[in-house]
Each structure stands twice: as structure tokens, then as C-alpha cells.
């Protein structure tokens, strides 16, 4: 199936801890991105990559920092983990340019407890 | 703010009428995009009209853009149960600017 396929789908953890989400895309896409959407469905950017080159950094806390290993990867890593950083995290990717949609994963939800 | 607000937050209608949802915006645009979000799932690209555009159809969603207003809307004809989702606007702004900026969504519930 072509997909944007991001891991896990569900993360429990501790305050503190340091957890990664992955994500991939087979589409051949060029442009990679993370969104973050709260309780309240709103959607804000946080990274985005064009081929392997990060070109989007929203304000987001240093604690959180992308990895792009090549461009069919995108992966999101968080150090000591707090409350408010519970939310559902999603991976999406588009061809590079401004006439295209996004293609979406289905979505990592992270509670931190 | 470059994104989109929605109207209304929440829609509730009988199968078979038509959904409209509205979407503002305050800055130039070089695009506006609608997606779909059934619960708990990704978003789903549903249509994309470019600023030079006034209407695009795709099945049963009808987008309109009025760029002097700074506004667009989604019209759904026919509803169907399984339309019910959250639907969002999506602001690509001009220049290179890579980033879609989204609104805070219309959750659209249709009752069989």
C-alpha cells in the first residue's frame, strides 16, 4: 500500500522520560512534515524537511528534535517528556511545490502520565 | 494569522440534506486546501483550489473562493452518515513558504 506509516500508533510514558515516533512514506514524496494536534483538534506545524533539509522549525521546545535519515523517513524524537506534551503527533508528506496536498498518517497519540 | 477559521464549529443535519462549511482568512494566499478527519484517524485531502480559481467540484464537495472576501466554503450535496467527520480549511500562503497552516475544524455529524 502506498501510505504514510508512522510508529507507534500509541505511547504511554512517564514525565521525563525520552521517547522517538517514526514515520515513513513510500510515495515519493519530497517534503516531510510533523503536526501536532491538542485536545482541541487544533493543528499547528512543527518541523517540515525537503529532501533530507530542514526548512520549517515552528517555536517549538529544543526538547523536541526531527531526524531525516533519508527523505522517505522523518522521525521525531523527544527528550524529557512533560505533560502538556501529550497530544496526537501526525507525520504527513507532499510532493515539493505549492499545488499539492498533503498525505497524512494516521497518527501517534502520546499521553504522558 | 495565516490560518483559516471555520464556520460553523459544529454542523449537525439529516442524511440526504446539504453540509455547507465556511472557511476566513486574513492574508494573501497562493492556495486553500479542505481536508477530512474522520475520529480518531489522519486527515484525508479532500480538494485544492488555487487563488485563481473560483470553483472546483470533486464529486459531491463543491469549494468556492472569493479572494476579495478572503473566504471559501465547502458545500457537501446529498449527505451520507458516513460524511460525519471533522472537516478543515488549509491556508498555503505565497511565496516559498512550504507551510499548510490549518483552521480549527467544522465537525459535521449527519444522523441516518
Known amino acids: 500500500d502506498t501510505a504514510v506509516s508512522q510508529t507507534p500508533k500509541y505511547l504511554v510514558t512517564q514525565m521525563g522520560n525520552d521517547k522517538s515516533i517514526k514515520c515513513e512514506q513510500n510515495?515519493?514524496?519530497?517534503?516531510m512534515y510533523w503536526y501536532k494536534q491538542d485536545s482541541k483538534k487544533f493543528l499547528k506545524i512543527m518541523f517540515s524537511y525537503n529532501n533530507k533539509e530542514l526548512i520549517i522549525n515552528e517555536t517549538v521546545p529544543n526538547r523536541f528534535s526531527p531526524k531525516s535519515p533519508d527523505k522517505a523517513h522523518l522521525n521525531l524524537h523527544i527528550n524529557s517528556l512533560e505533560l502538556g506534551d501529550s497530544a496526537v503527533y501526525f507525520c504527513a508528506s507532499s510532493a515539493t511545490g505549492n499545488s499539492y496536498g498533503y498525505t497524512f498518517g494516521s497518527g501517534t497519540r502520546l499521553t504522558v502520565v | 494569522s495565516q490560518q483559516g477559521e471555520e464556520d460553523p464549529q459544529a454542523l449537525s443535519i439529516q442524511e440526504g440534506e446539504n453540509a455547507t462549511m465556511n472557511c476566513s482568512y486574513k492574508?494573501?494566499?497562493?492556495?486553500l486546501q479542505w481536508y477530512r478527519q474522520n475520529s480518531g484517524r489522519g486527515l484525508v485531502h479532500l480538494i485544492l483550489?488555487?487563488?485563481?480559481?473560483r470553483e472546483k467540484h470533486s464529486g459531491r464537495l463543491r469549494v468556492t473562493l472569493d479572494t476579495s472576501k478572503k473566504s471559501s466554503s465547502l458545500l457537501i450535496t446529498a449527505s451520507r452518515a458516513a460524511d460525519t467527520a471533522s472537516y478543515f480549511c488549509a491556508i498555503r500562503s505565497g511565496g516559498s513558504n512550504y507551510k499548510l497552516t490549518f483552521g480549527k475544524g467544522t465537525l459535521l455529524t449527519v444522523n441516518p
Open positions: 492574508t494573501s494566499i497562493n492556495n
Open positions: 483550489i488555487r487563488s485563481n480559481e
Open positions: 510515495l515519493g514524496h519530497d517534503t
